[in-house]
């Protein structure tokens, strides 16, 4: 009887494997270190209390003074040509629809990261989006929008890991919101442009007990490349075949093994 060489089948699919992986393919996995553009997930840290804002009655007031309840953080910037519109009417769109009372439970904040950018513009596109809202009233007073300085606008977005790049008049960035407790503890992110009701909801509960939660986005960052001249993310198969090929690969090497084994305690004929 032919016996299968199980060990030396399992050794040669691990060097197979071992060579062939994604960024064989030009593909390098996202983490924190190799982030350009994009989020750098800082959960369990805080965002400084003294970065100081300019609101909408042109007044500056620190983070510090803001944040006291759980909030939600939105770096945009408002001449965006790209995903910050579809970000932003997300959010006008899930505020209706949460569970939960905006301005006595949690709170928005949408904050300019380009210092150029007056408060006149702001207000402006905040009215835009208040237009959408089927019940804006309780979002003129709680979703707040604010510029600031270059100095004050580094600090917040390496408080909170939102990394960019300026090209011309514009910036290349991505879509994500950032949640934090009542003490300015980064909580949780969420990533997009579309968000579900109950993942909002879930987030702001936990924020106010100061609960972090890794963000389940992760699982689809390794499956979606962001595209920064389509300002998009887009699928990359080899991302997505790759661990399918690995557990199909694993499970027929498990096979062999068993049959192997059950071959060799059956009694060969004589």
């Known amino acids: 009887m032919r016996r299968t060489n199980a060990p030396g089948l399992i050794l040669f699919l691990f060097v197979f494997l071992s060579a062939v992986n994604p960024a064989s393919f030009g593909q390098t996995a996202i ?3 190799n982030v ?3 989020i750098e997930e800082h959960l369990d840290e805080y965002v400084p209390g003294d970065i100081v804002l300019t609101g909408e009655n042109g007044d500056t007031i620190s983070l510090g003074r803001l944040i006291d309840k759980p ?3 939105n770096l945009v910037y408002f001449r965006c040509p ?7 009417e997300g959010l006008a769109d899930v505020m209706g629809k949460v569970d939960l009372q905006l301005g006595k439970d949690y709170q928005v904040l949408t904050i300019s990261f380009d ?3 007056s ?3 702001a207000i402006r596109k905040k009215n835009n989006y208040l237009n959408l809202m089927s019940n804006p009233e309780p979002a003129k007073e709680n979703w707040k929008f604010f510029v600031s300085d270059s100095l004050n606008i580094a600090r917040l977005t390496r408080a909170v890991g939102f990394k960019y790049k300026r090209t011309g008049n514009d910036f290349l960035h991505a879509a994500s919101i950032t949640v934090v407790s009542r003490d300015r503890k980064i909580t949780r992110y969420l990533n997009g442009t579309y968000f579900l009701p109950f993942e909002i909801t879930m987030a702001i509960t936990e924020a106010s007990k100061g609960i972090s939660a890794p963000t389940v986005n992760r699982i689809l960052q390794y499956c979606f490349s962001y595209d920064p001249v389509g300002q998009k993310y887009v699928l990359s198969m080899t991302r997505v075949a790759f661990p399918i090929i690995t557990l199909t690969v694993i499970v027929l090497v498990l096979i062999l093994v068993v049959r192997t084994r059950k071959n060799k305690t059956k009694p060969e004929a004589e």
Do not use: K, V
Request: hydrophobic content about 35%; charged content about 20%.
């Open 36 to 38: 350009e553009i994009g």
């Open 71 to 73: 909030t939600i953080i």
């Open 119 to 121: 408060i006149d513009l």
């Open 31 to 33: 983490t924190p270190q």
């Open 82 to 88: 790209g995903i910050c519109s579809p970000l932003m």
């Open 115 to 117: 210092p150029r950018e």
